[in-house]
């Protein structure tokens, strides 16, 4: 990894770090170009894509991806373009009352 910092962060929160079985991540943009590459990247067991992604591919709609704090949904989706420094969190389903 670039020793300058200058990969993508990715944080894990709540159920997903039990998903993922850590709570952060660096990736390679390089390796990553869009959310969907880096998600697939990421998952490295069947257990983990079933947490992330839908039998088709799709994000599961109950997962949450954000990029430097804004919902994927609003950038394309999976295949939002990442760059070098970006900051990725992936959230479980919120709920409250």
Same mark, same amino acid.
């Given at each position: 990894m670039d020793p300058a910092g200058q990969d993508i962060s990715v944080r894990f929160f709540a159920?997903?770090?039990?998903?993922?079985? /850590?709570? *952060? #991540?660096?990736?390679? /943009?390089? *390796? #990553?170009?869009?959310?969907?590459?880096?998600l697939k990247r990421l998952c490295t067991s069947p257990r983990m894509e079933r947490g992330i992604f839908t039998d088709s591919g799709a994000l599961r709609p109950t997962v949450i991806v954000l990029v430097n704090g804004r919902n994927i949904a609003f950038l394309g989706g999976l295949e939002a373009a990442l760059q070098e420094g970006d900051e990725i969190a992936v959230f479980p389903p919120l709920k409250g009352g």
């Open positions: 159920r997903m770090k039990d998903v993922f079985e /850590r709570k *952060e #991540a660096q990736v390679s /943009r390089d *390796e #990553a170009p869009t959310v969907g590459a880096l």
